[in-house]
Each structure stands twice: as C-alpha cells, then as structure tokens.
C-alpha cells in the first residue's frame, strides 16, 4: 500500500514538473519569435528612412538649379583660337603697295622680237630682253623701238620719269628699283642706244624711284 502511495506522489511530480517544463519552453519560443520578428522588420524600417538615394532617382529642376547657375559661363569663342592684326611694315601702312616715281635706264641683249599677240599678230611691239647673266623677260615696246634693235645685240634702254603703283618687295635697299616692277607694270621705255664701255656687264640696272608723297 505504501509502494503504490509512493509511485502515485512520485508520478504526480513528474508530471507537474513536465508541465512547467512545457511552458517554460512555450514562452522561450514567443519570446524567440518576438525577438525574430523585431529582427526581421528593423532592416525594412532602416531601408525606408536611412537608405541612400537610388541612382536612378530624378533629379527636380529645384535640386539642379544651384549647379547650373553656380557654374561659370563658358563662351562660345572659348577654343577659338585669338588672332593678332596683321602686322604693319615699317612704314606702318598696311597696304603692300606703294606709288612711286621711277626714272633711270639699263643694258640688255635682244633674244627676240614679236608681236604682243593683244593689239593684233602682225605688228612687232614686244621684244624678250636679258640682263647680264639673267633670267629673259619679255616686254612691251613701241614699233618705233622696235625698228632700232637687233636680235642678238645689246643695247642701253631710257625709261622717262613716270608713276607706277608696285609691291614693296619690288623695292631694292637704297634709291633702285626692282627689274620685275618695270617687267610687271610695262613701264614706258623712250629711246634706246649702243651702249657704253662701262655700261656692259653688271653695272647694267640704274632705274631709281622716290615715293609719292
């Protein structure tokens, strides 16, 4: 009888102890899935308000209005390069031509004589002179010159004092003038001659000029 007394208590205890071992065990795991769920939820909480802004997030006119009035003015000439004027020569006259008065004479030998194919290609008015040791150039002459000269021969040409706008370039150091100013412009020749003794070889081109005022 006390056998069985002591196994009913002995029972009785187990079980009160299982029941609370259940309970126990009930609330760890609400309070684990409490713990999980707040877990859980605080990572979307953090994402709405803490999160970086997308990339692909439109920027308003109002958020971009500082950057575009803040930037500095680029002008359309910017890479444009800056060119100077042009450069004066030493007279400061920007014009590469100049008005002079021409007068003077030089030696040549006559390589031909011809028409100049303008006025008609019959009458012989044109003549291709050389210089002592020289390039030939050819130019206008009257008929009456013309009828003086020889092919082959050398001979003193006069050229009377005239006006003629040339290049500055055609300008020699000094007071003389370039050949191709008169080759160029056709300058008048007056008269020819035989030359002199002293008027062969390279002391053959004494045409001077002054400026126009």
Not at 42 to 54: C, F, N, Q, V, W
Not at 70 to 81: I, L, Y
């Amino acid at each position: 009888m006390k056998n069985k007394i002591l196994s009913a208590l002995l029972l009785s205890a187990v079980l009160l102890c299982t029941g609370c071992a259940g309970q126990t065990g009930s609330s760890s795991a609400d309070e684990t899935s409490a713990a999980a769920g707040q877990t859980d939820t605080a990572p979307e909480t953090a994402s709405l308000t803490d999160a970086p802004e997308s990339a692909d997030t439109p920027v308003t006119d109002a958020e971009a209005l500082p950057i575009l009035t803040d930037a500095p003015a680029v002008s359309e000439d910017a890479e444009k390069p800056v060119t100077d004027p042009p450069a004066q020569d030493d007279n400061g006259e920007a014009s590469p031509f100049e008005s002079v008065m021409i007068e003077g004479q030089f030696t040549a030998t006559v390589r031909a004589k011809m028409p100049d194919y303008v006025s008609d290609e019959e009458t012989v008015q044109a003549a291709v002179l050389q210089l002592f040791q020289d390039i030939p150039f050819f130019i206008r002459l009257t008929p009456e010159i013309c009828d003086q000269i020889e092919v082959g021969e050398t001979y003193v040409f006069h050229i009377p004092q005239q006006e003629l706008t040339t290049e500055k370039t055609n300008l020699f150091d000094g007071n003389l003038l370039s050949p191709d100013a008169v080759i160029r412009s056709y300058a008048t020749i007056d008269s020819v001659r035989a030359p002199q003794e002293n008027e062969y070889g390279l002391d053959t081109w004494n045409v001077t000029y002054q400026p126009v005022s």
